[in-house]
């Protein structure tokens, strides 16, 4: 006799795939008006869920260019009075990360606007061993005008995305951003999300809900080291409010950073000589506080020096658009309770990162 096959759901419908109702159900691309995609700064140009441009004018790093597939950031928006609310999804490859779970790699994120803001609603539970999928977000609620906005996956491609509502619904283009500049984050896995449970929880996303202006994630996970080619990407982006450089756990070695950061800083300034930079170190790894490994505190207190230094040169030279941010602070003192490996935070890690990184933003920027 075949052995009969124990899931939870059997047990507990609660954990059940929410799949979508089929009935009186309208698919709508994001591609198309009303609906407006943000955080992809090349979206408008090449319609694909992609942070970098296809055919970038120098060869990026090959592990930067199959990272920039992964669409993490990237936002939805829109408004609808539909009563019920799905997606549907087709992804590049199935969820397979050991530590992260697959609603973080592959989910889409659901936010209502409330009186006190984005609200969270539901996050996509479907089977992970298959690339495509559709789930409800919210079924049969009344007929009334949302502002809503989903949140694209952190870890997987997304090859196209449909949104299901009602057929008689209306939908309407979502309310504008405070301005139409952008908060540019480079970095590294810690940036692009790794390993929030979902899609909402990235510290760039927790920021984009309370600061209402469009932010570009730019985070590439082990990959994100700095290379000039990278830089003048990034640098020919338009209108940037900011740029974050957090990218230095990605380094191999402290005179590796020492050699880019400069550099890429020059780059940046080249092209946008007053907008603000915002240098951030690295948040502090668990492990540091023993004594087998040691070498990880003072390898962080050396670059968090050198970047302080510079930051500080640069200021005295004439750049008053320049800052250091602390990242050993952003975790809090528990910061060994803050990830789910001793590197990468858990959604309390990156709530305390927003929580701090937040109204250093607003004093810069609003």
């Keep these: 006799m075949k052995k ?15 799949e979508a109702n089929q009935d009186n159900m309208k698919w709508h691309s994001p591609k198309r008006s009303p609906f407006h995609v943000s955080g992809l700064a090349w979206f408008a140009e090449e319609g694909k869920y992609r942070r970098l441009p296809t055919a970038p004018k120098a060869v990026l790093p090959a592990a930067v260019d199959y990272l ?15 009563p019920s609310l799905s997606v549907r999804v087709k992804l590049a490859d199935k969820a397979n990360m050991f530590h992260m779970p697959a609603t973080g790699q592959c989910g889409v994120d659901c936010y209502i606007e409330t009186s006190h803001g984005l609200q969270y609603c539901n996050t996509t539970k479907y089977d992970i061993e298959r690339t495509e999928y559709d789930s409800a977000l919210f079924q049969d609620w009344h007929s009334e005008m ?10 997987k491609g997304v090859e196209e995305i449909e949104i299901g509502l009602e057929e008689s619904a209306s939908i309407l283009p979502p309310p504008d951003y405070l301005t139409d500049k952008k908060i540019i984050i480079y970095g590294t896995s810690i ?10 929880m990235a510290y760039s996303n927790i920021l984009s809900r309370r600061i209402p202006m469009e932010f570009l994630n730019l985070g590439f996970s082990g990959s994100g080291k700095g ?5 003048e ?29 400069p550099e890429f800083i020059q780059i940046y300034r080249s092209v946008h000589p007053q907008t ?7 948040i502090r790894y668990a492990r540091e506080i023993f004594p087998d490994h040691r070498e990880l505190y003072q390898t962080r207190i050396e670059c968090k020096q050198f970047q302080q230094s510079l930051v500080h040169e640069l200021r005295s030279k004439g750049d008053q658009n320049i800052f250091f941010i602390d990242g050993s602070d952003l975790l809090g003192s528990d910061f060994h309770e803050c990830t789910v490996d001793g590197t990468h935070p858990t959604d309390l890690g990156f709530l305390r990162m927003a929580d701090r990184l937040e109204p250093i933003f607003k004093s810069l920027l609003l």
């Excluded at 949302?146 to 870890?155: D, E, F, G, Q, S």
């Excluded at 603000?276 to 690295?282: D, F, I, P, Q, Y």
């Design 191 to 200: 940036t692009q999300g790794g390993c929030a449970s979902r899609p909402g």
């Design 68 to 82: 920039a597939n992964h669409p993490a950031g990237a936002q939805v928006r829109f408004q609808t009075d539909s």
């Design 146 to 155: 949302r502002n809503i906005v989903l949140y694209l996956p952190l870890y």
């Design 4 to 18: 009969r096959e124990n899931r939870i759901e059997t047990y507990d419908r609660n954990m059940r795939p929410d």
């Design 233 to 261: 990407v990034i640098a020919s982006i338009p209108n940037p409010a900011c740029l974050v450089l957090d990218y230095e756990a990605n380094c191999v070695s402290t005179e590796l950073f020492q050699q880019t950061l």
């Design 227 to 231: 290379e000039p080619e990278v830089a």
């Design 276 to 282: 603000k930079v915002l240098v951030v170190s690295k």
